[in-house]
C-alpha cells in the first residue's frame, strides 16, 4: 500500500509568487489533513477534508492560502501570493474512516519544504 | 497560544538506557494523546497513543504515561536504541473534533552509542 505522498519536495520562490503544493493520501482515506511547521517550531494545523468538504478550516493563517480537494482524492494547497513567513514544512495527513467511527491513526507525508526569498 | 508543550527541545542517552519525554497540556478537553516519530526528509509516524480513560499504555520497549490531574504525559523508552535517535511530538486531540492534532514543538533524542 503506497503511503501519503506530496510534491514537490522542497520549493523555493520569491516573496509575491504563487506555489502550489500537492498531496495524495492513502487510497481509500476520507480523511485529509494539511499541517505546518515553521523554523523548528510545533506543528500546527491548517485544516481537515473529509472527502471533499472542508470540515475544519480553523487553522488557515489568512485568505492568501487555499485548500482544494476536488472529487475526494488528492488535494491542493495554494499560496498567492507567498510571504516571507510563510516559509515551513507543509505536511499532509489521511485517514481513514470506518462507519461512523473516525480511525484515530493520521499517515504522514513527508513535507513540502517551502521557503520564500 | 500552544496547547501542547514539551519543554525539552533535546535529550541525550546512552544506548541501553531508558529515555523519557514529557510533554504538558493545557486543554482539559483533550481526551486521546500521541506520540509520534519523525526522522530527518520524513513525516511524522504514529508511535503510541492513550486515552485519557487510562492512565498508562504499553508497546514493546514504548510506554505513555498519563496524569490527567497534572495534564502531563511522558513517553518511556527502555531499552533505548540507536534507532531511536530522531525527533519525538507529543500530540493531543478532542475525538469529538475529528481528530484535529495539537502538537508540541518535538524532542530530538540522540542515543550514544
Known amino acids: 500500500e503506497a503511503g501519503v505522498t506530496q510534491f514537490p519536495s522542497h520549493s523555493v520562490i520569491e516573496k509575491g509568487q504563487t506555489v502550489t503544493l500537492r498531496c495524495d493520501p492513502i487510497?481509500?482515506?476520507?480523511?485529509l489533513y494539511w499541517y505546518r511547521r515553521v523554523m523548528g517550531k510545533e506543528i500546527k494545523f491548517l485544516l481537515h477534508?473529509?472527502?471533499?468538504?472542508?470540515?475544519?478550516e480553523s487553522g488557515m493563517p489568512n485568505n492568501r492560502f487555499l485548500a482544494e480537494r476536488t472529487g475526494g482524492t488528492y488535494s491542493t494547497l495554494k499560496v498567492q501570493p507567498a510571504e516571507l513567513e510563510d516559509s515551513g514544512v507543509y505536511f499532509c495527513?489521511?485517514?481513514?474512516?470506518?462507519?461512523?467511527?473516525?480511525?484515530?491513526?493520521?499517515?504522514f507525508g513527508p513535507g513540502t519544504r517551502l521557503t520564500v526569498l | 497560544d500552544q496547547q501542547v508543550k514539551q519543554n525539552s527541545p533535546s535529550l541525550s542517552v546512552q544506548e541501553g538506557r531508558i529515555s523519557i519525554l514529557n510533554c504538558d497540556y493545557t486543554?482539559?478537553?483533550?481526551?486521546?494523546f500521541l506520540w509520534y516519530k519523525k526522522y530527518p526528509a520524513e513525516g511524522p509516524t504514529f508511535l503510541i497513543s492513550?486515552?485519557?480513560?487510562?492512565d498508562k499504555n504499553e508497546d514493546g520497549r514504548f510506554t505513555v504515561f498519563l496524569n490527567k490531574s497534572a495534564k502531563h504525559l511522558s513517553l518511556h523508552i527502555v531499552p533505548s536504541q540507536p534507532g531511536d535517535s530522531a525527533v519525538y511530538f507529543c500530540?493531543?486531540?478532542?475525538?469529538?473534533?475529528?481528530?484535529?492534532?495539537?502538537f508540541g514543538a518535538g524532542t530530538t533524542v540522540t542515543v550514544r552509542a
Open positions: 495527513a489521511s485517514s481513514q474512516r470506518i462507519g461512523l467511527v473516525f480511525h484515530n491513526e493520521q499517515f
Open positions: 487510497s481509500g482515506h476520507d480523511n
Open positions: 477534508f473529509v472527502k471533499e468538504s472542508k470540515q475544519d
Open positions: 486543554n482539559s478537553m483533550f481526551d486521546y
Open positions: 492513550i486515552s485519557s480513560i487510562k
Open positions: 500530540a493531543a486531540t478532542e475525538r469529538s473534533n475529528d481528530y484535529k492534532l495539537s
